[in-house]
């Protein structure tokens, strides 16, 4: 089994943090991929090397579930300081990094409550 990854953030249930969460226009259902055996799951919070460098979606989501004007596409040269620009934006409570082409989840990331900095699962 793998451990919870998710934290309660600002008085919002984990549910609440969900894009497409009850009365989102965003639910979507898809593939989901575990790993056979349990793992640690990432190592820290920095921004996950694998895509480091690949242009992605930065998905911004409100507490309401609803996508975010802050939402922006990055191209890869600096993704880190491009996700901590979306995550300052004021009402942006999640961001999902999402593949160019097929719109694919990656990853999220939850603004830190105390120095704005990324948590990400």
Same mark, same amino acid.
């Given at each position: 089994m793998l451990p919870p990854r998710r934290r309660r953030r600002g008085g919002l249930s984990p549910r609440r943090l969900r894009a497409g969460a009850a009365g989102s226009p965003y639910a979507e259902k898809g593939a989901v991929f575990v790993h056979a055996e349990p793992c640690a799951g990432p190592a820290g919070d920095a921004y996950p090397a694998d895509w480091a460098h690949k242009p992605?979606?930065?998905r911004a *989501?409100?507490?309401?579930?609803?996508?975010?004007?802050?939402?922006?596409?990055?191209?890869?040269?600096?993704?880190?300081?491009?996700l901590?620009?979306?995550?300052?934006?004021?009402g942006v409570v999640l961001?999902?990094?999402?593949?160019?082409? *097929?719109g694919c989840y990656m990853f999220a990331a939850t603004p830190d409550s105390g120095d704005q900095e990324s948590r990400l699962g």
């Open positions: 992605q979606v930065l *989501y409100d507490e309401r579930g609803w996508i975010h004007p802050a939402t922006r596409v990055h191209d890869g040269a600096d993704p880190a300081a491009s901590a620009a979306v995550l300052a934006e004021p961001v999902h990094s999402r593949n160019l082409a *097929y």
